[in-house]
């Protein structure tokens, strides 16, 4: 069945909401949100381009036809199925060996690279960390031009997961960005200039853009990311030419009292208890979009619950339609088709943001055109593309918090130690939060018929926060992140950090299971690019780009990238000569908050470059320069214990996020334990009260700490500083 919720069959429902149609798209939003959001501002600097335009000119032919020039890389998973696999064969099993590097450029920020470049025309467009573009010749690596949208440091403690964006849609001669403040800016493709900009999102609120654009029949649709800050998730479709706003979706219903946008949502708050709005509800669509052209939907992945913890959220349970659901939906006019949800009353921040690729496979003798996803929560969902109906699922690395999926429903047999609830134990759940998949692309390859996956292996120790209220800073969620904390103790540290790793897997998606697997040491990889020449590329964070025999798995070439990767390559041809290319530098959250699980085969820091390689390439990267690790010896403990534990609770909710669990760094941002700034009482409430490094990333934290909280959680620090100087010797 695939409708658990809804009375109506997909299309009767489709109808009814053509009829309030009228409804839905007043406002864009009806009466969710509109009249607390910031007007919807347009600056128009320029006339747009002709319809004929020389850079970037794709339109819906040329998407539509993507295999026939196999050369190009014109929209984010190279087609609109987003299967990240390309026709190109002379880079192959026999030739990959003699790839080399045909030309880099430094980046100029150091933060996480997550981007997909696009390559079109022989121009490559990408995008880097704080929402920065770049335009390159894409056969010598020539910049032509740069882009900075100048997005405010401060926004920054905004984002659950580094500043980084995913990359660009291209269209009748522009290119579309989402920004990290929640703009939707529409570049001349030429020149680089602005032609249009607005803001998708209520800029009093905590919302974030780091996903790619995607079009639709001349609409850009762009989501956003906020759901660990209490926001509620939607998806907005733009005119690509004016920068109209067109339709709105919101993924969770808000306040019944002003009336739902549509009759999806009145249907979706059926499944929710308590006084979800208030939290935000989340269900934020921060990464996955695909688009089938002869069905003409849209599909989104939407995200977890805002808490994350359903006790809070949702009192008593419930569904909580569509959090962690793929939805599909008429990109017409933004109607709802059908969903299917993976998580139900999801409360580990499972998303099912992650990627939707859409494809014909042989089911049971016949072909049958499906969505597959890896979501987060470790089993792997073919989907009738069509109608939503479940056809299977697996689970493609271990996994405790459900026992299987029900073959009929689709749903998960819970473990019910799993579910913690307001008070209780923690309870280790495999996978966390960083999930078994996350946005790290995988790709299919229909030679091979296989799936690769990014795959982390992690658990997370879930505990309640007793103490848990709504606030405007920190990660915030119900959950009680200090009681997670690595501990000290050497044998059990050596015995948790031996439980993460990280593995490419080739999965069979009609058998459901691994065909054959490369094990990592530690979870956060790169995403994956799959070719008609029988290879897979995928760059791991300690720094290897690889190329693997998509049959066997067989490593076949791979060079040192100096720094992490994980960014998924794409390959393009320009006069006959096949390049790959791939954004290098270690972030995103897996390189902050997990501290020092996530520095477990780590490379750091973080060399952002942009690397290009061919058959034969003569460019060579520069030596690496060998850093010296300054260690500043910390200042005595003078705090108390009971003091301690207090700031280590406050480091838990509002600065582990960044800096690392249990005040570890693995490498992007400062290690606070060898910091000057928390050795030094001044400096550190110039700094964390004042806002001395807001233009960085480091805002005040002055509305939910004070000088005597301020103490406690330096005093923590400190003592940190001190325990590991006296285990370690560091
Ligand atoms: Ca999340």
Redesign the pocket.
């Known amino acids: 069945m695939i409708q658990r919720v809804f009375p109506l069959s997909a299309r009767s429902l489709s109808a009814v909401m053509a009829i309030t149609a009228g409804l839905a798209l007043a406002g864009c939003g009806g009466s969710g949100e509109p009249e607390t959001e910031a007007p919807l501002e347009t600056t128009v600097k320029e006339t747009p381009p002709s319809p004929q335009a020389e850079h970037a000119n794709v339109n819906t032919s040329r998407l539509l036809e993507a295999d026939r020039e196999p050369g190009q890389w014109m929209s984010h998973g190279r087609t609109y199925s987003e299967q990240r696999f390309s026709p190109l064969t002379e880079i192959n099993r026999e030739t990959v060996g003699e790839l080399s590097l045909a030309w880099h450029q430094d980046l100029d920020t150091n933060r996480g690279q997550e981007a997909t470049p696009l390559v079109i025309d022989g121009v490559m467009y990408l995008t880097t960390a704080w929402s920065k573009v770049k335009a390159y010749d894409a056969a010598t690596g020539e910049e032509l031009w740069a882009y900075d949208p100048q997005v405010p440091g401060e926004w920054a403690v905004h984002a ?1 997961c580094d500043v980084v964006n995913r990359g660009l849609a291209a269209w009748n001669g522009k290119l579309y960005l989402g920004t990290l403040d929640g703009r939707l800016v529409a570049l001349d493709a030429e020149t680089g200039e602005e032609v249009w900009s607005k803001f998708t999102i209520d800029r009093s609120k905590p919302y974030t853009i780091t996903g790619a654009p995607r079009i639709v029949k001349g609409k850009v649709i762009i989501g956003n990311g906020g ?2 800050f209490g926001v509620r998730g939607y998806v907005t479709a733009y005119d690509a030419e004016t920068g109209d706003i067109d339709w709105r979706f919101y993924t969770v219903p808000g306040d019944p009292a002003k009336g739902f946008e549509n009759d999806a949502m009145a249907i979706a708050a059926q499944t929710w208890n308590g006084e979800w709005w208030k939290l935000g509800g989340g269900g934020t669509v921060w990464d996955s979009m695909a688009y089938d052209p002869e069905l003409d939907l849209l599909y989104i992945g939407v ?2 619950g805002s808490p994350w913890n359903q006790a809070f959220r949702s009192p008593g349970g419930g569904d909580n339609l569509f959090l962690s659901s793929i939805v599909a939906l008429d990109p017409d006019n933004g109607d709802y088709v059908w969903h299917f949800q993976t998580t139900p009353g999801e409360t580990w ?1 499972f ?1 099912a943001t992650q990627q939707i690729i859409v494809a014909t496979l042989e089911i049971e003798g016949a072909p049958r055109k499906v969505v597959m996803q890896a979501p987060k929560n470790g089993f792997f969902y073919v989907i009738d593309a069509e109608t939503g109906e479940f056809i299977s699922a697996n689970n493609f690395t271990h996994v405790n918090w459900a026992t299987g999926i029900d073959p009929e429903t689709g749903r998960p047999v819970e473990n019910p130690q799993a579910r913690f609830d307001k008070t209780g134990e923690p309870f280790v759940v495999v996978p966390g ?1 960083g999930g078994a998949h996350s946005w790290h692309p995988m790709s299919y390859n229909p030679q091979t018929g296989l799936v690769y996956i990014p795959v982390n292996i992690s658990g997370f120790p879930y505990a309640p926060d007793p103490d848990f209220e709504p606030e405007p800073r920190g990660f915030n969620n119900g959950v009680n992140f200090a009681a997670a904390e690595l501990p000290a103790d050497p044998e059990v540290k050596a015995a948790v950090k031996a439980t993460v790793a990280g593995r490419l897997v080739a999965w069979d998606p009609v058998a459901q299971k691994e065909v054959w697997g490369v094990p990592y040491p530690g979870a956060g990889n790169g995403g994956t690019l799959t070719t008609a020449g029988g290879l897979v590329f995928e760059g791991t964070k300690y720094g290897e780009f690889a190329a693997y025999d998509a049959a066997t798995g067989d490593k076949l070439w791979s060079m040192d990238a100096q720094t992490g990767i994980v960014a998924a390559p794409v390959t393009y041809e320009i006069d006959g000569e096949q390049y790959v290319a791939v954004l290098v530098g270690w972030g995103g959250v897996e390189a902050l908050a997990p501290g020092e699980l996530a520095a477990i085969g780590a490379t750091t820091p973080n060399y952002s470059r942009i690397l290009v390689f061919k058959i034969g390439g003569t460019d060579s990267l520069p030596p690496k320069p060998q850093l010296a690790e300054k260690r500043l010896a910390p200042p005595p403990l003078t705090a108390s214990a009971e003091d301690v534990e207090e700031g280590r609770y406050l480091y838990g909710r509002y600065c582990g996020v960044c800096h690392g669990d249990a005040v570890h760094s693995a490498g992007v941002l400062p290690d606070l334990r060898y910091s000057t700034i928390p050795h030094d009482e001044e400096q550190f409430a110039n700094v964390v009260l004042g806002g001395a490094l807001s233009e960085k990333g480091m805002v005040s934290f002055n509305s939910v700490l004070d000088e005597e909280s301020l103490e406690k959680l330096r005093a923590y620090i400190i003592a940190r500083a001190n325990e590991d100087q006296e285990i370690y010797g560091q």
Do not use: K, Q
Request: with cysteine; charged share 25%.
């Open positions: 659950c759901a660990e995200g977890n921040d998303t939060p």
